[in-house]
């Protein structure tokens, strides 16, 4: 048991750089105290003793504001940020590792009891702030799940799920992006990066492309101006040449 302890203490100060001793986070921080709650609730539960687990589940919601069900599975070193106001249902499954910050919910969608009603998250498995994880399906190792983010589908290990409905990113561009930019291995924070929505990587894209047309469309109003000058038979339209794509202020729009 202390064993257990010591390791949830230890992966808190590795992930939270906030955290500054081991006293502080057994004293201080309501997401260990909530694991600490739910393991003597998920054994009553798991033997026959359902009123009591329930009520130890009641008094842990009271006094951290995270409501894990007694019935539900969490594995070693899962790490609730923050977490005010998280919901985990009857048979929802944390792995090894996990991270979820405030306001996630792994709920379920369906009323038959019995039932694998809730989501299971594998190993090192990154929540973030607000996403909603509905369903008795997997989200596999090493995945992320965006802020605000609503699952309804099996997301693959090492994947990105971002958006509303959810939009997954397939490991090997996830992994791409992440070792282009400097960040691979880094511990992703709220689940999500710059540059992991999708939409907004095509809009960029798309943005990038025309502004590239522009540029070569102001090179042929050159050359067509030269040629008017050596000919004196053809004008260009002023207006047409002074046109401008602004590829600057979309991409603001659209964002970073």
Partial sequence: MFDRLRSDIRCILERDPAAHSAFEVLTLYPGLHAVMLHRPAHWCWNHGA???????????????????????????????????????????????????????????????KGTKRHPTLGRDVVVGAGAKVLGGFTVGDGARIGSNAVVTRPVPAGATAVGIPARIIPAGEAQLRDKVEGREGAFAAYGVTQGDDPLSLAMRGLIDSASTQDRQIALLWQAIEKLSQQQRDCVPDEAARKECFEAQKLTELVGK
């Fill in 50 to 112: 359902k009123w009591l687990g329930n009520f130890i589940a009641h008094l842990g919601r009271w006094l951290t504001g995270i409501e894990i069900h007694p019935g539900a599975k969490i594995g070693n070193r899962v790490f609730f940020d923050h977490a005010m106001g998280v919901v985990v249902g009857e048979t929802a499954e944390i792995g090894d590792g996990c991270t979820i910050y405030q306001g996630v919910t792994l709920g379920g969608t369906s009323l038959y």
